[in-house]
């Protein structure tokens, strides 16, 4: 009996990591590593929030790029504090595919019209339990690696 607690046990021990490698669930993100640009450096304190969502097959991403809060809008906004607010905005959602290390987004629908035009991306990506780090490809201008953490499991 003590030897099958013990396999038993054993077992669900060596299991639980690979439990935790599951995209499925909610991701804030708390770390944002640029390599170039103004921007260039570690950012852990003043990461814009953000949300990142996925499903047995679909994601949802909204998140605010940057790293200064957007400003408060007036009643009377021009076109060019109107910008200001809604640039930095990114959001889409629609399919994705995981491939090892990297997973593929296919939009579905999303902010900017252009991104919808079904042409998927790439994203290289590293799981570890809780902590997911997402990195743009190489050769993109201002090359980042975000790091999200689980925020829900589903």
Known sequence: MRLALAILVFMVAAAEP???QTLEG???PVEVV???GASRGRHATDVQPGLLIFTKRHY???FVQGFSPRPQLSDSATNEELGRVFSPFTANAGTYQRGGSTITFTP???KVPAVMSGRPFILEIQLRA???WVTSPPGTSGRSRV???RA???
Do not use: C, M
Request: proline letters at 4%.
């Open 18 to 20: 690979l439990l935790g």
């Open 26 to 28: 909610v991701w804030k």
């Open 34 to 36: 640029v390599d170039s």
């Open 60 to 62: 949802s991403t909204i």
């Open 108 to 110: 579905i629908v999303a």
């Open 130 to 132: 809780d902590t997911l």
């Open 147 to 149: 790091t999200w953490v």
């Open 152 to 154: 829900e499991r589903p």
